[in-house]
């Protein structure tokens, strides 16, 4: 029997939400524990209640001529008392028990686009396909640390393993998922592969033991790597997207499965799909004329396929992941 899920809570933005981020202390017995960010075009970096959905406050950024402008990209320090905030040109670190538009500037060459944190390191992705480290004093000041190259589009999630050795990083329009070593940043440890076709953004998950990557796909895929069949210690060439390692692939949707989150403690895997669907070329080539013969008509694959499909799915999936009694 499959249960149909209807959301507890049902917040209507008023435009495009850029990014968003859960408190990392979110303890359901401490209801002022339980909040999350989210950063949307036009408007401040805010904070919602999450068992009534409520707004709690709004940090807002300023530019040089005391104009609000949104975050691209948002997150917590690990503690929970800081928001960083990514801007086109700066980092913005708010004090969480003060909101407003009190805040700490920090200024970067390039637009913030996602943000991935691990004790006192900041891993900072841009559009212009780098990523950047900084070490973040307890002060809250930024100490720049390097950048790493090896994507071919712009930087939309990463994560750090478990054990705060290892980034992971994809990218969009960019089939490859990189594993680094942020002790030896220069070069990926190892290029894993997936498919990614739009400039949408494809999340990934680690699971809590830091032994299995998982990541969706626009083809409606889902693969798994396993750290014991893949080497991630040997130095790949940047250019090299090796041989497909992936121990599993599930194709668990009909369209792009843009998410996927391992639950912390028990067998459970979240996934979501959806994306923009278009008109398909050949189709109205035919409807509007319909003596030509279309040179690409041949039957296509279903990666091809998905981006123009009559049957979009948009959903939220829970799966079993463990043994079945």
């Known amino acids: 029997m499959i249960d149909i899920l209807d959301s507890v809570i049902h917040v209507k933005e ?8 859960w408190y990392p202390s979110m303890n359901s017995a401490y209801p002022e524990t339980c909040c999350w960010l989210t950063t949307r075009q036009n408007a401040p970096i805010q904070m919602w209640d999450a068992f009534d959905g409520s707004l709690r406050c709004s ?14 990209s948002v997150t917590f320090n690990l503690d929970g008392t800081r928001i960083v905030g ?11 028990e003060r909101p407003g538009r009190d805040f700490a500037e920090y200024k970067i060459s390039s637009p913030a686009s996602c943000f991935a944190t691990n004790s006192n390191i900041l891993a900072v992705g841009s559009w212009n396909t780098t990523i950047s480290l900084y070490n973040i004093s307890d002060t809250g000041t930024y100490k720049s640390i390097g950048k790493m190259h090896g994507h071919g589009g712009g930087v939309t999630h990463m994560k750090f393993t478990p054990d705060g050795l290892k980034l992971v990083s994809g990218a ?5 998922v990189l ?18 076709d739009t400039n949408q953004r494809v999340y990934f998950d680690i699971s809590p033991c830091g032994k299995y990557l998982v990541t969706g796909g626009t083809n409606g895929v889902v693969k798994v790597w396993d750290v014991d069949h893949v080497d991630w210690k040997s130095s790949l060439d940047g250019l090299d997207i090796g041989s497909d390692e992936a121990i599993y692939k599930y194709p668990l949707h009909k369209d792009c499965c843009n998410s996927v989150s391992i639950h912390p403690y028990r067998p459970i895997l979240a996934t ?10 050949e189709k109205l080539l035919e409807e509007n004329i319909p ?5 690409f008509s041949e039957e296509r694959t279903i990666d091809q396929d998905l981006k123009y499909s009559n049957c979009p799915e948009n959903c939220l999936v829970f799966w079993w992941i463990g043994d079945v009694d």
């Open 14 to 21: 008023a435009g495009l939400v850029y990014d968003f981020c």
């Open 59 to 72: 940090y807002r950024g300023f530019n040089h001529v005391d104009e609000m402008e949104p975050a691209i």
């Open 86 to 96: 990514g801007y086109k040109k700066v980092l913005r670190t708010f004090d969480i």
């Open 172 to 176: 969009r329009k960019d089939h490859r």
């Open 179 to 196: 594993v680094w070593d942020i002790r030896y940043y220069r070069r990926p440890l190892n290029i894993l592969t997936r498919a990614v």
């Open 272 to 281: 979501g799909s959806g994306q923009y669907h278009f008109t398909d070329p």
């Open 291 to 295: 003596e030509v013969k279309n040179e």
